[in-house]
């Protein structure tokens, strides 16, 4: 493994049952400014391991290291999106990100707070709802707001959990093309799961694609990275030109194979 990787996942393994752990001997590397998509069906584990890179939960094995050190608990040095925004209902979308700015940077001023915080919603095109609270937003208006917190911390890393997945494909798509804009502005590092092969393909460098554990008659084998995906398409690559690149239908259909008859034991 590279030694100037940025994120080292090293033999990592989670078993909630001992004789039956959910993975293991997953190893991968993400460079500094690298977007890298999993891909598995449901089940194989692209939570747990998203949960291992942002502190919430253990391993069973293994080691994690972020820029050198080990990563043992949560941290504001990462930033993570779920699918549900999470955001807390009884405060503006203001002051939801001003919690988390303050939080990062307690010295700063009232006015440097704010100054920051609508950077960032401007950033997801939502100054206009910046004193609503979340009740008066439309789903893919607060997944914006996560997404401009979990962007306004600054973190080294962005974790990011299926973050689209409950949105309207028209939704979705501006959203996509919305973060990518501002991930190739801001060189951030980013791992994300994804169920949508598409979505992996506009946005990711390199896709891991997962598979789930099996029992096999010899025993039972845990899931694992079977397969590390180049993205060979150039980086200039949109949303709408997608399909029409040279080496687009290749990707998705090695992909879409790979879910059809190898991601899971038959
Ligand atoms: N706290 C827990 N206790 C016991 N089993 C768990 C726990 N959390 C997850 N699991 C199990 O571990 C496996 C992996 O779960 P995980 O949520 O990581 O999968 P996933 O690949 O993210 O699935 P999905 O795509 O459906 O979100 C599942 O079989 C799940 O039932």
């Not at 100054?115 to 997801?124: I, Q």
């Not at 100054?127 to 009740?135: E, F, G, M, R, T």
């Not at 190739?184 to 896709?207: K, W």
């Not at 398409?233 to 194979?257: E, S």
């Amino acid at each position: 493994m590279s030694s100037e990787a940025f994120l080292q996942v090293q033999g990592l393994a989670k078993a909630f049952q001992p004789a039956r752990p959910v993975f293991a001997e997953v190893s991968f590397a993400l460079a500094k400014g690298e977007f890298v998509c999993i891909i598995g069906h449901s089940g194989c584990g692209k939570t747990t391991i998203l949960n291992v890179l942002a502190g919430l939960d253990a391993a069973s094995g293994g080691h994690v290291f972020m820029d050198g050190r080990a990563i043992d608990g949560p941290g504001l040095e990462r930033g993570v999106v779920f699918q549900g925004h999470a955001l807390m209902p009884w405060l503006t979308v203001r002051q939801n990100i001003a919690f988390a700015v303050r939080s990062r940077w307690p010295q700063w001023g009232r006015t440097e707070v704010d100054a920051h915080v609508k950077k960032f919603v401007a950033l997801v095109g939502l100054l206009p709802a910046i004193d609503k609270k979340p009740n008066e937003l439309s789903g893919g208006m607060k997944q914006r707001v996560g997404i401009a917190r979990a962007f306004a911390i600054q973190p080294k890393m962005l974790l990011l959990d299926e973050p689209f997945g409950a949105l309207d494909a028209l939704t979705r798509g501006s959203i996509q093309d919305e973060l990518l804009a501002i991930v190739r502005q801001t060189q951030q590092t980013v791992f994300m799961i994804t169920h949508d092969v598409d979505e992996a393909i506009l946005l990711a460098d390199r896709i891991l694609l997962m598979r789930n554990g099996a029992d096999l008659p010899a025993g039972w084998r845990p899931g694992d990275i079977a397969e590390v995906v180049a993205n060979p398409l150039p980086r200039t690559r949109t949303r709408a030109g997608l399909h029409h690149l040279p080496g687009y239908y290749d990707l998705r259909n090695h992909i879409v194979d790979f879910l059809v008859t190898r991601a899971h034991a038959h």
